[in-house]
């Protein structure tokens, strides 16, 4: 089947990542898992977390920069053997301050330090709201706008309220020329179901 095809591909990173050595490790011991210390997610003081992605030695340097540490003082960034000792050095330097204090101090730097939002928080984010990148609709539901935008030709997204199950049942099947006797017979054995809004006659 094509979608076995397309899962395994998608997966092409980490099996190219084994073969260089990047990804050798049991679940949350390699790089992009959870394993190095530059790249996870740590608890803040208040109870909340901030996202850490800080691979390239500039980005790390910001990172320490922003956590008041030392590189002289730790030990080196790619030695994995010392990636649990450094991940306990992190973890008690997020814990000391609020996710907001370090959404303060690395806004605007090259740490690669973000705050982990909750759904309801993620589309009051300055840079979402300037970038209008939720949308509601008629129904006040919010939802993402398609993307890419594209400058010549943005997207227009639908505002509609979104269709109920069985909604456009019967209209679809009569596109597709079925008769409205047999339409009636697989509603009544419960083999569709509509929604539609009954004529008034």
Known sequence: MVWVEGAAYTGSFVWKSRAIGMWEGGRGQNMLDGGAPFYDTYRTADGQHVAVGAIEPQFYQQLLLGLGLDAADLPPQMSSDDWPELKRVFEGRFASKTRA?????FDGTDACVTPVLSFDQVSSHPHNRE?????????????????PVLSRTPADPCLAEDPRIGQHTCEVLEEYGFQSETIERLLATGVIESDAPKAKL
């Open 101 to 105: 204090e370090w959404t303060d101090i």
């Open 131 to 147: 970038r209008g990148s939720f949308v509601r609709d008629a129904a006040e539901e919010e939802s993402p706008r398609p993307a």
